[in-house]
C-alpha cells in the first residue's frame, strides 16, 4: 500500500490488533490509499526480510509501529542508510482499544497524516567549556565540586559560609557570596553577586574570607545550585544549563551532578519561535499596545525593545504561548512549522471522514505526558476510543484560537486538550483562546462544550472523561485550504463556521481583549488629525492624500489599541466582535470633511472647520496674531506661509541683500572691457604723435 508516495507497513503485532478483514483496506482506499495493505504478523522479527525489501525500493517507507523502531533504523543503516524513514504508532492510538473492531476509519486517518512530509525546524547553537559553578551553603556543595573538578573548571560559592570547614586541600577555588541577579542559559550565564569574597589561605578550623565587596560580576557556563532557597530563574526546570535539584535528597544531588558533568561541548535545540517584527502590534512612536506575549511567557525570554519585542532562543522553552495568543502572526511557532500543523490536521479529518468516520473528537496531546498517558490507557485500560483521534504537538499551549477554529471548520465536533502536571501555571493564554472559540461557537449556534481541557495526571480519569463525552450534533467538514498568515487562516476558518452555522448573525461581540473587531471614532471630537493611522502596526486605519478623510478596513484590526492609545483627543474606542457582512472586507469611512483650500495659493490643505476654529480663538487673542496678515498666515498653506515670513519687512532673519554670485563670464567680460579700453587708450596716444616729415 502506497500513502503520498511512501510505502505503508502495517503489522497486526502478532493479531493483537483486530486488523484482518476488508474494512482497513476499504478505509485506507477511501482515505486516498493506493492498493490495499499488506497485513504482517510479525514484522520486527519473523518477517523482518519484508521490511529490508521494503528500504531497498525507490519509495520512502513508512512502518505502523514505533516500538521497533529503533531496530528498523539499525537495520536500515546497515542495508539502505539512504532509505527514507518514518513511523506511527497504530497499536496504543487505537488498535489496543475495546473499540478496535470499530476503529478501521481511525487508522487509515492516523497512516494518511503520518505519511505527509514535515518540514525541518531551524535550531540554535550553544556551545559549553565547562566552566561550571557550584552555588550552595555547607561542605555538600564543596564535595559536589570535588566531584566536578575532573570533568569541568569548577568554581564554589557559599552563601550561607557560616562555620564551614576548611577542607584539608584546597583543589577548587571558594568563595563566599550571594547571587541578586542572574540572566543567560547554557554557556553564557551572567550573575551578580553581593558579599563577595574569596576564602583564606590560612583558614584553620573553619573558613575565613577576605573583606566582601558587592556587585561582583562574573560569567559561567552551567550553574548547579545546591542552595534549595529561591530558584535564580523564573521555570527554572526549563532553564538549560541550570540545574537545582533538591538539597535534602542525595539521589537528586547525584543526578544532577552527572547530568551538569555531560554539559560539556556543542549542543542544538529547536529555535521554537519565528519573530517578524514589521507586523508587531507592542508599540508604536513610544505608545504600547499589544503585550500579550510579554504578560505570559513563564521564562521572561521575550522583553521589551523599542516599539516592538525581542525573543531570546537560547532562553525560549519552546511552550509557544506567545504564538497562541499573537493576534497579528508576529510570533509564529516552528516545530512543526504552522503549515505543516494545519496540513495535519485537514489531512487527519478529511481522511477519517471519508473512510466512514463519524463524530471525530481530536485529542491534542504533547509528546512526553500525552504519549505516556495514551499507552498506559492502551496496555492496562479500555484504549482510547474510536472516534478520538490522537492529534500530537510540541506542546498543548503552543495552539490558539486560529487552530482550534480550523479543528472544527474541518469538521472536529470535539476539541480536547490534555495538558500535563508540567503546564501548571502556564494555561492562562489556552484557556483565553479556548474561551473565545466557546464564544463564537455558541454565538453561531453550534452550541458550547465543545472544547475541553484536561490536566488529568490520573490516566483512569482521563479515560473516563474520554468515553464520557457526549455526542453532539457534527460539524460540517470544510476543505478550505489553510492559505496565507495566521488572520487569513483563522478568517477563512470563521467564514466555514459561519456559512453553515445552525443559528448564522451578522455581527457577533466578543469579550474584551479578543483580537477581532471594530473602533468607534467620536466624530465631534475627532480633528482627522491622523495620528491614528500612523499608529496603526496592521494597515487597519486609513487615509487618503487628497483629502482629509478616515478609513477602516475592520478584517485587519486586531485590536492591540494603538489607535486609541496615540490619539491627542481620545476620541477613539475598541469595539471587540466578529464581522460576518461583506462590508468588513473593505474599507468604510469613519470620519471625513472638506478640505481649507489657502488663501494665497489655493492648494488644498488641512480640515476646513479645524482651521476655522484655530482662526476663531486666536484671531485678536493671541499676540501674535493681532493683525491681518498675521491671522491670513494661519489660511495659508506650509509653503506660502514660509515665503510671506520672508517677504514680510520685519522678517527677523532678513538681512542686507546679497551679493550676486561671479562667474567665470563676469571674469571675461572684465577682460574684454579692459581690453577694449586699452586699444582705445593707445590709439590715442598714437593720433597725437608728431611724424617724421614734420620733423624734416
Request: aromatic share 6%; glycine share 10%; proline share 7%.
Amino acid at each position: 500500500m502506497r500513502i503520498n508516495g511512501k510505502t505503508v507497513l502495517v503489522c497486526d503485532c502478532e493479531k493483537t490488533m483486530p486488523l484482518a478483514g476488508g474494512g482497513l483496506a476499504k478505509a485506507c482506499a477511501a482515505a486516498g490509499a493506493e492498493g490495499a495493505p499488506e497485513l504482517e504478523t510479525q514484522l520486527c522479527r519473523a518477517q523482518l526480510g519484508n521490511f529490508q525489501r521494503a528500504i531497498l525500493g525507490e519509495d520512502p517507507v513508512l512502518v505502523a509501529c514505533t516500538q521497533e523502531a529503533p531496530l528498523f533504523t539499525e537495520v536500515a543503516a546497515e542495508d539502505n542508510p539512504q532509505a527514507g524513514l518514518a513511523f506511527t504508532n497504530i497499536r496504543e492510538r487505537a488498535g489496543w482499544s475495546e473499540e478496535a473492531e470499530a476503529a478501521a476509519p481511525k487508522i487509515a486517518a492516523l497512516l494518511a497524516e503520518a505519511a505527509l512530509d514535515v518540514a525541518p525546524t531551524p535550531s540554535v547553537a550553544f556551545e559549553s567549556q565547562g566552566v561550571c559553578l557550584v552555588y550552595g551553603r555547607d561542605e555538600q556543595a564543596i564535595e559536589a565540586a570535588k566531584q566536578l573538578a575532573g570533568r569541568l573548571e569548577v568554581t564554589v560559592l557559599l552563601s550561607e559560609p557560616d562555620e564551614v570547614a576548611a577542607p584539608r586541600v584546597m583543589d577548587v577555588p571558594v568563595f563566599s557570596g550571594r547571587i541578586v541577579q542572574a540572566r543567560g542559559h547554557l554557556g553564557k550565564f551572567g550573575i551578580t553577586v553581593n558579599g563577595y569574597a574569596p576564602a583564606k589561605a590560612a583558614s584553620r578550623r573553619q573558613l575565613d574570607f577576605e573583606a566582601p565587596r558587592d556587585n561582583a560580576f562574573s560569567e559561567c557556563d552551567l550553574i548547579l545550585d545546591l542552595t534549595g532557597g529561591t530558584p535564580l530563574f523564573q521555570d527554572h526546570a526549563r532553564r538549560d544549563g541550570y540545574l537545582r535539584p533538591d538539597p535534602g535528597n542525595p539521589a537528586a544531588v547525584q543526578k544532577a551532578i552527572f547530568e551538569v558533568a555531560e554539559l560539556v561541548g556543542e549542543f542544538e535545540k529547536p529555535r521554537y519561535i519565528d519573530y517578524d517584527a514589521s507586523i508587531c502590534a507592542h508599540g508604536r512612536s513610544r505608545k504600547t499596545g499589544c503585550t500579550r506575549c510579554l504578560d505570559l511567557c513563564p521564562l521572561g525570554a521575550i522583553t521589551p525593545d523599542g516599539d516592538a519585542v525581542a525573543i531570546d532562543p537560547f532562553v525560549c522553552a519552546g511552550c509557544g504561548a506567545c504564538a497562541s495568543v499573537c493576534p497579528t502572526g508576529a510570533a509564529t511557532y516552528q516545530l512543526p512549522p504552522v503549515e505543516t500543523l494545519f496540513e495535519r490536521l485537514k489531512t487527519l479529518l478529511g481522511a477519517y471522514r471519508a473512510a466512514g468516520g463519524g463524530h471525530p473528537v481530536l485529542l491534542v496531546h504533547d509528546g512526553r505526558h500525552g504519549e505516556e498517558l495514551i499507552s498506559l490507557m492502551a496496555r492496562y485500560g479500555r484504549g482510547l476510543p474510536a472516534r478520538v483521534l490522537p492529534f500530537a504537538v510540541n506542546e498543548v499551549t503552543q495552539l490558539g484560537f486560529d487552530v482550534l477554529a480550523a479543528a472544527l471548520a474541518y469538521g472536529a465536533e470535539q476539541v480536547v486538550l490534555l495538558a500535563g502536571p508540567d503546564k501548571a501555571g502556564e494555561l492562562t493564554g489556552l484557556a483565553q483562546q479556548i474561551g473565545l472559540a466557546e464564544t463564537v461557537l455558541a454565538g453561531l449556534g453550534y452550541g458550547g462544550g465543545r472544547i475541553h481541557l484536561i490536566d488529568e495526571p490520573d490516566p483512569e480519569a482521563v479515560e473516563a472523561r474520554l468515553y464520557g463525552l457526549e455526542a453532539r450534533p457534527e460539524m460540517p467538514a470544510g476543505s478550505f485550504l489553510p492559505l496565507g498568515g495566521k488572520r487569513t487562516r483563522t478568517l477563512l476558518a470563521l467564514r466555514q463556521l459561519h456559512d453553515e452555522a445552525p443559528e448564522p448573525v451578522e455581527v457577533l461581540p466578543l469579550p474584551e481583549g479578543a483580537p477581532f473587531g471594530a473602533i468607534e471614532v467620536d466624530t465631534q471630537g475627532c480633528t482627522l488629525c491622523l495620528a491614528c493611522v500612523g499608529a496603526c502596526p496592521t494597515g487597519a486605519l486609513l487615509d487618503d492624500p487628497e483629502r482629509p478623510w478616515l478609513g477602516f478596513n475592520q478584517s485587519a484590526c486586531v485590536q492591540c489599541g494603538l489607535c486609541r492609545n496615540t490619539c491627542p483627543e481620545s476620541v477613539i474606542a475598541l469595539k471587540p466582535q466578529i464581522d460576518f457582512t461583506g462590508e468588513a472586507q473593505g474599507a468604510v469611512t469613519l470620519n471625513e470633511a472638506e478640505p481649507f483650500h489657502c488663501v494665497r495659493c489655493g492648494k488644498p490643505f488641512g480640515v476646513a472647520r479645524s482651521i476655522e476654529r484655530i482662526v476663531e480663538r486666536l484671531a485678536g487673542q493671541h499676540s501674535m496674531f493681532l493683525e491681518g496678515d498675521q491671522v491670513e498666515r494661519i489660511m495659508m498653506c506650509e509653503d506660502c506661509r514660509v515665503v510671506v515670513q520672508f517677504e514680510a519687512p520685519d522678517a527677523p532673519f532678513k538681512g542686507a541683500e546679497r551679493p550676486r554670485p561671479r562667474t567665470t563670464d563676469d571674469y571675461l567680460r572684465e577682460r574684454e572691457i579692459e581690453e577694449a579700453r586699452a586699444e582705445v587708450l593707445a590709439g590715442r596716444k598714437t593720433e597725437g604723435r608728431p611724424g617724421r616729415e614734420d620733423e624734416d
